[in-house]
């Protein structure tokens, strides 16, 4: 019968299937769903091509769902995820615990001494990489050329906050709904602390002093913190309190902001006329400093893949690494998206390319912010952490976060700044005694 | 009138469920009864010694918890009392002879089929958006403010995304019970000179009390745990005021994770809300034949 | 009351009730009109409301970037499962406590409902590290566990009030004529309950579709169901309001045409003992 035979017919080359999958390995991929890994994705094709026989699954969630599953796979060692994203904050947390494998031993396209050294230094812990980056992104002063030149002001390549407070009050036109300045608001660590922990950096404060005492009452912070707030209620855009990244990026592209600090990576997307309505009209400064210091903050940020040490497949985890964090794959993004596009602030070779420099007309300013940011000496004072956006350590996520919210209500104009920097020393010093830090 | 035989076998066909809850309240229960009175933090692994009431006396000490049992109420009363009433209204309305019933239900009924998440999603970011959502474009349209919904109005703003979702529910409940009272009764009262109003306040809504415990008792056993929701739009802010008990216990388990706050938080939630399901329970007792 | 007046009375009823409606759906249809339009048209102000360039460029693109076809299995293959197992135990203890009440019946009923107060945030470590030593996580079927678990007091609650409403004359017949319990249950029980029973899988299937904290929590890559793909778009970069609208539509789709199908089964059984 005929359809006896064609069922059988099926039945067999479904066992094949099944047969050959078996003899795949299967790599569960854990990411953000941000524009570079989305492309990555697009582009696996490649990897599929040159390694048949290891497959990818991945799994992409928002950045808070992703940190939170994935924090609680690895360090209950439940292996259910090969590559993992994180951030260099987790890195060298994890690297400590002994939850992931280290990466000293990539093929070849890696290219270790490649990297840049800030961000090597970053993701590696007793000497040894953890993690390999695919993008890194310091802090940067974005500003409308034409809106300067309209007030008659110009924008020194290397501000002072006092500057740029001026410059937003001459470029804030409410009625014209033009904001002098746009800055991030939200709540989050990785939000509105990443911006306000390297301006407090700058202005000469700092986390903790060397017995691990929150300083959230020190002058440094009560200034730079009733400064930041001013700003923002003063020369900012209504709703403040909630823009994050993606929703200021957005308020500059529509040409609603004169002056953006926020991290470097905003410096491609703002140039790029297919999304920005002012992509010729942007310039580019450092980090703002405070008066006589010379400290810019040190944010330094890179996405990275890890390897959770409870997984089963590393051999294959690091084939896909190496392929993910290459050189080569810097050329293929670059095919495939131009060069202004490759995933930046990883490698010396990539800013020493003659297509890339040619490509994005911001990339010395972004070089220059990554090389000038050290996460090993980020404040002026002496300081037992490591971190300028943050801190890494294991109880800074909550601390960030419950401050983060503190300050946001400070520029939603619920509570003064004051008050909301007492309460953020009292939580601060709440965790820190929980996290056995403080006695 | 159960034989000896017969209450046998009504035992056995009654114990799988019960085994199976049992054993599902139990082993939870007992895990975070345990990890309460131990110290394990994910991230800095301690070997879980013994550290008796610490984790309480951190939970209880936090200065979001009070707010957060407060706002519990706040949210769970308040969509009580929208879906109840609003409720009541719509299954009065779709009561009424109309044209096109059949697709006025349907309509009706659809936001109870929504997952929540998307639900939060959609109204966060096309709705409550202070530039470009539709709530905005409208106020632009009336020359009044924008509103930042979910940054001013937190829970107001939760209340209405939630209660959406839950109308439905209430109004087919209460739909189903008002199809079943008997018209002879509203007409002999009608017949007996009482007006509209009276008829509803002496004959339909007593007779509706029942799908109200019911309606009641449901939502508040799916509300006091509301996290979805508050995950997806305000992350329990700004600062703390829209954190309900569900978030705060979420916050220490997911955010800081620390496994022995989060437990005693766990426990908090379990006593005051079977606290609260005494209260209920007399409610329901009194007006369901159980 | 004259037939004119019935007839105004109706139209003035229906104009009302059509405002509603309208008004009650508008969400779920700004989100489907949303979804087909592009970018920079989603966020246009004043917005656009039928007149815009349709496009399907949002569902291609969401297609291509997830998987939904396995997302949308897990779903179906969990929801349904979990509800259909969770009825082998509901069913007979709703028909021994309906039917063989004991002076325990209300306490053993409102026991398990209070089972469903506890914040499901509390235990989700300890769940998680019994599963990750059961070998549960990211499986089928520890979710289909812990889905069928979160819902069997309202699925007993819910058979038991249907139950209760079922004449005893005739299962007393039928017991004087000799049936066993067994009998009783499968050949007049069932025919006579199965509306009870439809309603009762209806709804819990449309409360375990839309579950979504263990459904996040307890998956990774494997069974990873439609509220996970929702979550790949909770805040992506850049514009995202259309695919935003196209993914919602994409996950809600599936419940809202089956709940629309049968909602009117569903509501046979959603009196929960309230109506006499």
Known sequence: MTSGRSLLALGASLAVGIATQAAAVTLTIATVNNGDMIRMQRLAGDFRRQHPDIELQWVTLEENLLRQRVTIDVATQSGQYDVVTVGNYEVPIWAAQGWLVPLDDLGEDFAGDDLLPAIGESLSYEDKLYAAPFYAESALTVYRTDLFEKAGISMPDNPTWSFIRSAAEKLTDRESGTYGLCLRGKAGWGENMALVSTLVHSWGGRWFDMKWRPQLDSRQWQDAVSFYVDLLRNYGPPGASTNGFNENLALFQAGKCGIWIDASVAASFVTDPRQSTVADRVGFALFPTHGKLQNHGNWLWAWSFVVPAASTHVAAAKIFIEWATGQAYMRLAAAESGWAGVPPGTRQSLYASREYRQAAPFADIVLRSIQAADTHQPAVQPVPYVGGNFVSIAPYQGIGTVVGQQLSAAVAGQIPAREALAKAQYIAEREMTRARYLD | ?290 | ?276
């Open chain 3, 1 to 276: 009351m004259t037939n004119a007046m019935h007839g105004r009375h109706k139209l003035a009823f229906t104009v009302l009730a059509w405002i509603v409606a309208v008004l009650v759906f508008f969400p779920i249809l700004w989100t489907v009109l949303t979804s087909f339009k592009t970018e920079g048209a989603a966020v246009a102000i004043p917005p656009k409301f039928l007149f815009f360039d349709w496009t399907t460029e949002n569902y291609a693109e969401v297609w291509q970037r997830t998987d939904y076809l396995r997302h949308f299995g897990n779903s179906v293959l969990i929801s349904l499962g979990s509800c259909l197992i969770g009825l082998c135990a509901a069913i007979p203890a709703a028909w021994a406590m309906a039917f063989s009440p004991t002076r325990h019946t209300r306490f053993v009923l409102l026991w398990m409902l209070s089972t469903k107060m506890l914040p499901a945030v509390g235990v989700l470590v300890p769940i998680y590290l019994l599963f990750k030593r059961s070998g549960l996580l990211d499986s089928r079927t520890g979710l289909v566990l812990v889905l069928m678990l979160s819902n069997l007091p309202i699925m007993v609650w819910m058979l038991f009030t249907y139950f209760k409403e079922i004449p005893r004359d005739i299962l007393e017949a039928a017991r004087m004529d000799g049936a066993t319990p067994g009998r009783e249950l499968l050949h007049i029980l069932a025919p006579m309950a199965l509306p009870g029973i439809a309603s009762t899988l209806l709804l819990n299937v449309i409360l375990a579709w839309n579950e979504s904290f263990w459904t996040l929590n307890l998956t990774a890559a494997d069974t990873a169901l439609l509220t996970a793909f929702i979550a790949a778009f909770l805040a992506p970069e850049g514009l995202f309001y259309a695919k935003l609208s196209a993914a919602s539509t994409l996950a809600i789709a599936p419940i809202v045409v089956l709940g629309w199908l049968s909602q009117r089964q569903l509501v046979r059984g959603l009196t929960f003992g309230a109506v006499k």
């Open chain 2, 1 to 290: 009138m159960a034989s000896i035989r017969n209450r046998a076998t009504a035992q056995l066909a009654l114990s799988p469920a019960v085994i199976l809850l049992l054993v599902w309240m139990a082993i939870p229960l007992a895990m975070t009864l345990w990890y309460s009175f131990h110290d394990y933090q994910l991230l800095m692994p301690r070997g879980n010694a013994f550290v008796g009431f610490e984790n309480y006396v951190y939970f209880l000490t936090d200065p979001a918890f009070l707010q957060s049992i407060g706002n519990t109420f706040v949210l769970v009363g308040s969509v009580l009392v929208i879906t109840v009433a609003g409720g009541i209204g719509l299954a009065l309305l779709l009561d009424q002879p109309l044209y096109g019933q059949g697709i006025v239900r349907v309509l009706i009924v659809s936001p109870f089929f929504v997952m929540p998440t998307v639900s939060a999603l959609v109204w966060k970011n096309m709705f409550m958006n202070p530039v470009k959502g539709l709530f905005a474009w409208l106020a632009q349209v009336f020359g009044v403010a924008a509103v930042d919904w979910l940054a001013q109005v937190p829970l107001l703003s939760l209340t209405l995304i939630v209660a959406w979702g839950w109308l439905p529910f209430a109004t087919l409940i209460l739909l189903t019970s008002l199809q079943s009272l008997d018209t002879e009764q509203k007409e002999a009262a009608a017949m007996d000179g009482a007006g509209a109003v009276a008829r509803f306040v002496h004959i339909t809504l007593p007779h509706l009390a029942r799908a109200v415990t019911v309606v009641i008792l449901i939502q508040t056993i799916f509300l006091l745990s509301l996290f979805a929701e508050i995950f997806v739009t305000t992350n329990g802010g700004p600062g703390t005021q829209s954190t309900n008990l569900a978030y705060l216990v979420y916050s220490q388990a997911l955010l800081r994770f620390d496994v022995g706050s989060a437990s005693a938080g766990g426990v908090v939630a379990v006593i005051l809300a079977n606290i609260l399901a005494i209260f209920l329970m007399r409610l329901v007792g009194r007006n369901l034949e159980v």
